[in-house]
């Protein structure tokens, strides 16, 4: 899809598949422009929104879609004809959850949650970009992000550390 423009036709076809509606985060991955930049983007609002939530609720939900996604992001991907479609969002929004499950409940902590990720999963730094390169279908799709969170909810839970103490 080029920037700035709306494919119609891929935008009825998520619209009407269940499979597709959820691995483009119920439409946010049909935004023209960073669409998995949005779906991270709400996936923090929706968690403010809910806050507090308890980190083990945060880390099911996030291992049960992750579980999901990897079976329906797959087969998205497949029926698309596009190894990681760029509208495929699911796992920047299991990233995101992941990295706000150690986020302390406040909106300064969950917007540098939503940037430390952003960063690690742009970046992608070793061995995340390696695994992105050597693993297709599903897996491939959801683990690049599911590590880029491990590096950004480090990153957040030490400088929350550092600013807030313990």
């Keep these: 899809m080029a920037a700035n423009r709306v494919d119609w036709a891929l935008c009825r076809e998520v619209l009407t598949s269940p499979r597709h509606l959820l691995a483009f985060g119920f439409g946010a991955g049909l935004l023209p422009v960073a669409p998995g930049t949005w ?24 291992g049960v879609l992750f579980l999901v996604g990897v079976r329906v992001c ?15 969002v699911l796992d920047e929004v299991v990233g995101m959850l992941l990295t706000l499950a150690v986020a302390r409940p406040e909106p300064l902590w969950i917007g540098a949650g939503f940037l430390a990720f952003r960063v690690a999963d742009v970046w992608k730094p070793w061995p995340i970009r390696d695994l992105d390169h050597r693993l297709s279908g599903g897996l491939g799709i ?11 909810a480090a990153a957040l839970f030490l400088l929350q550390l550092m600013v807030a103490g313990p």
Excluded at 39 to 60: D, E, H
Excluded at 74 to 88: T, Y
Excluded at 142 to 152: G, I, Q
């Design 39 to 62: 779906a991270s983007a709400l996936t923090a609002a929706l968690f403010w929104l809910a806050s507090p939530v308890p980190p083990y609720l945060t880390l099911i939900g996030a």
């Design 142 to 152: 959801m683990l690049d992000d599911v590590l880029a969170a491990v590096y950004a």
């Design 74 to 88: 797959g087969a998205s991907s497949r029926q698309l004809g596009v190894p990681d479609h760029p509208g495929i």
